[in-house]
């Protein structure tokens, strides 16, 4: 069973940064691949952003330029920056593994 943990949400204003980070428990995470989803209230779940076994990244329209996914097999963890925030990247920000496991979320409010 792979558990995930995400840590690193707050509040912060538009044009600022956050870096968010998932811990994945499971000794074969460098098999797993990753995944950030943001979910905002009365809408569908959004894929954020991916990153493979293999560090190919993929990325959402609304986010290309702005953010960046990254893992450590090292230490089990995905970690998602983001850079020039805007109010409509705030929700709650999910980790996923393998599109079956998720995290809690980490909340990320964008606003002046």
């Known amino acids: 069973q792979v558990q995930l943990v995400e840590s690193g949400g707050g509040l912060v204003q538009p044009g600022g940064s956050l870096r968010l980070s998932c811990v994945a428990s499971g000794s074969i995470f460098s098999m797993y691949t990753m995944n950030w989803y943001r979910q905002v209230p009365g809408k569908q779940r959004e894929l954020v952003a991916t990153i493979t076994t293999s560090f190919k990244t993929n990325y959402a329209d609304s986010v290309k330029g702005r953010f960046t996914i990254s893992r450590d097999n090292a230490k089990n963890t995905v970690d998602l920056q983001m850079n020039n925030l805007r109010p409509e990247d705030t929700g709650v920000y999910l980790c996923?593994?393998?599109?079956?496991?998720w995290g809690k979320g980490t909340l990320v409010t964008v606003s002046s």
């Open positions: 996923n593994a393998l599109g079956t496991h």
